[in-house]
């Protein structure tokens, strides 16, 4: 058991905004037990149990997780996203240090 249909697998960089209201709200990594900073976000779709409905499941997940999700699922985290996100974060972080 337990074998899921699951398609649809992406990974794309938390962002501007986005990435700005996980920081301040606090989020964590959606993984079980990280509490880093999420700076990516894991998507995929599912069929859901009896009904056989399609939902899209999002959990917002730091660089290691998101490496992780993208090895799994035979993804590529491009250096150019990976840059960006990188890029985005140093920003953040700059304007909240004193
Ligand atoms: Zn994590």
Redesign the pocket.
């Known amino acids: 058991m337990g074998a899921s249909t699951a398609w649809g697998h992406a990974v794309v960089p938390l962002t501007g905004d986005k990435l700005a209201l996980a920081i301040e709200l606090g989020e964590?990594?959606?993984?079980r037990s990280?509490?880093?900073a999420?700076t990516w976000v894991t998507s995929y779709s599912y069929v859901t149990g009896r009904a056989g409905r399609t939902s899209q499941r999002h959990q917002r997940?730091?660089?290691?997780?998101?490496h992780?999700f993208a090895d799994k699922h035979n993804l590529l985290l491009t250096h150019d996203a990976r840059r960006a996100a990188a890029g985005d974060w140093d920003n953040y972080e700059e304007d909240q240090q004193p």
């Not at 997940?61 to 998101?66: E, L, N, P, S, T």
């Open positions: 964590t990594c959606g993984a990280c509490n880093k999420p997940v730091c660089a290691d997780h998101a992780a």
